[in-house]
C-alpha cells in the first residue's frame, strides 16, 4: 500500500531554535501534501497545503513566517518550526494522496512529536 | 457551517461484545467520508471511503456504513488489538476535509 515517511519521530529543541520535519512519499508521486497539527484528545487540525514547485497555502491563524514549507521534488515536503516556543510544542502529521482522484484518501505519515523546552 | 461530529467520545467494551461508533455530518455536498484508526503516538492509517448512501464497506471485524446524514463504524466480535482511537473525516465541495473528535475503544480481554 501507500506509504508516507515522516522524519524524526520525535524531537526536543529549546525555545528559539528552528526544528524541521521532513514527509516522504515512498511509492508515489505527490504534488500535493497536507501538514496537520493534532492537540492531545484532540482531532487533526489542517495547517498548511504543500504544493510540488510553488507556495504552500495556509489555513486562517496559522503564520506563514513561521511555519515555512518547501516542497521541492514529487516526493518529499518539509515543514520548518521557526523560532520554535513551548506553545509550538504538538503532535505534526503529513499526508498525502497516492490516487490522483481530488476525493480519494489521505495517507498518513507517522507523526513527529515536537516538544519544546 | 460543514460540521462533523462523533460518538460516543469513548468506547470500554468486553472482547467479543460487538457495538457501533456514529459519525454525524452536516456538510455542502458530500465527496467523500473517511475512516481512519489511530494508534498513541501513531499517524491515521486509512481503513474505509464511503461516497454515496448506502454504501457499505466491509474489513475483518469492521463494516462503515453511510446514509445522508451519518456513518456507521460496525465492529463485530471485538479483540483487544481493535483498540485504538477510531477517525471519521467529511469531504465537502469545498474540497476541505474535516474530522470528528474522534471515538476512543477500549476492548478489554
Known amino acids: 500500500g501507500a506509504v508516507v515517511s515522516q522524519h524524526p519521530s520525535r524531537v526536543i529543541c529549546k525555545s528559539g531554535t528552528s526544528v524541521k520535519i521532513e514527509c516522504r512519499s515512498l511509492?508515489?508521486?505527490?504534488?500535493?501534501m497536507f501538514w496537520y497539527r493534532q492537540f492531545p484528545k484532540q482531532s487533526l487540525m489542517l495547517m498548511a497545503t504543500s504544493n510540488e514547485g510553488s507556495k504552500a497555502t495556509y489555513e486562517q491563524g496559522v503564520e506563514k513566517d513561521k511555519f515555512l514549507i518547501n516542497h521541492a521534488s514529487l516526493t518529499l515536503s518539509t515543514l520548518t518550526v521557526t523560532s520554535a516556543h513551548p506553545e509550538d510544542s504538538s503532535f505534526y502529521i503529513c499526508?498525502?494522496?497516492?490516487?490522483?482522484?481530488?476525493?480519494?484518501?489521505?495517507?498518513f505519515g507517522n507523526g513527529t512529536r515536537l516538544t519544546v523546552t | 457551517e460543514d460540521q462533523v461530529t462523533q460518538s460516543p467520545e469513548a468506547l470500554r467494551l468486553q472482547e467479543g461484545e460487538s457495538s457501533s461508533l456514529n459519525c454525524s455530518y452536516t456538510?455542502?455536498?458530500?465527496?467523500?467520508l473517511f475512516w481512519y484508526r489511530q494508534d498513541p503516538g501513531k499517524g491515521p492509517e486509512f481503513l474505509f471511503t464511503l461516497y454515496s448512501a448506502g454504501e457499505e464497506k466491509e474489513k475483518e471485524r469492521l463494516k462503515a456504513t453511510l446514509t445522508k446524514k451519518e456513518s456507521f463504524l460496525h465492529i463485530t466480535a471485538p479483540k483487544p488489538e481493535d483498540s485504538a482511537t477510531y477517525l471519521c473525516?467529511?469531504?465537502?465541495?469545498?474540497?476541505?476535509?474535516?474530522f470528528g473528535q474522534g471515538t476512543t475503544l477500549q476492548v478489554k480481554p
Open positions: 511509492d508515489f508521486q505527490a504534488t500535493t
Open positions: 499526508s498525502a494522496r497516492p490516487n490522483l482522484r481530488g476525493n480519494s484518501p489521505l495517507h
Open positions: 473525516a467529511v469531504l465537502s465541495n469545498t474540497g476541505k476535509l474535516i
Open positions: 456538510v455542502s455536498g458530500l465527496r467523500g
